[in-house]
């Protein structure tokens, strides 16, 4: 039970610091210099400059309603932390807003730092388990009611709003919104998946048990043997999977390459390794 508790704290603080991280990507880059980078944030600061409305309220008010929608959708856990999320972001959005002096007037840097401030925080939240509403609450209701994938519809939501803002702002303005949102997702996706520090080798090779013994007692790494059948020979033959650091590549090209210089070798990224010789899978989980 206790360790219920303090997994639930660390989730709530893991949110709330990726909603504080989320609003100063904003108030600092994207919203003084009019970068509406898709979402409920950029909708909220299109309404801001037509309609001078406080952006963290706008969305607010745009995302109660899309969180009761889906609520039956999220789930009480989830719910809980992405209606939390989204009262955060919209506190922390307008209470520091007012008393922030843009670091540069410079739209191509606010674009690319706000986009990646904004997903380092957006990445953070989603790693707690929690959201902060907007487009992935529309994009759920797209799929509910349109038979349209989630992807699709974040798509949809996404090329709306910077279509709005080429209205408002001009196609220029448009043009770095597009780079934004391209590296807030880009950087979502390495806070939720890892910076691929880790390589993944896959060996066909006959003489595979000699090379999975130098693995184990050279390297000192694990392997693990897949059964395969080629296409075109119609043979089985083993596959040997191992994961290594990037400082490890070399030596294994070097012992495949003396063992038998005929094997065939992939290396692959690994974007995150957890359980032994890697991260403990304990410490990733909130």
Known sequence: MILLRLK????????????????????????PLKIAAGGVSGLATVV????????????????????????????????LKTLYGTIALSVFTDLIGPYVTPPTE??????????????????????AGGSTGG?????????????????QGLLIIDAFVIT???IVFGIELALYALISLYITSHVIDLVQEGFGYAKAALIISSRHEEIGQAILYQLNRGATVLRGKGLYTNQERDVILTVITRAEVSKVK????QIDPRAFVIVTNVHEALGEGFKDITEEVF
């Not at 409305?53 to 989830?78: D, H, Q």
């Open 254 to 257: 070097a012992l495949v390459s």
């Open 164 to 166: 709005l803002a080429g």
């Open 135 to 151: 487009t992935d609450l529309g994009a759920r209701l797209i799929n509910k009611f349109f038979r349209i994938s989630v992807g």
């Open 48 to 79: 801001f400059y037509v309609f001078k409305w406080p952006v963290g309220l706008t969305m607010l008010l745009i995302n109660i309603p899309l969180f009761l929608l889906s609520l039956r959708e999220l789930g009480i856990r989830f719910g």
């Open 106 to 127: 410079n739209v191509l840097l606010a674009s690319v730092y706000g986009g990646a401030i904004t997903g380092l925080g957006m990445g953070i939240v989603f790693r």
């Open 8 to 31: 639930v704290v660390a989730e709530f603080l893991g949110v709330t610091a990726g909603s504080l991280i989320t609003a100063l990507g904003l108030v600092f880059f994207l919203i």
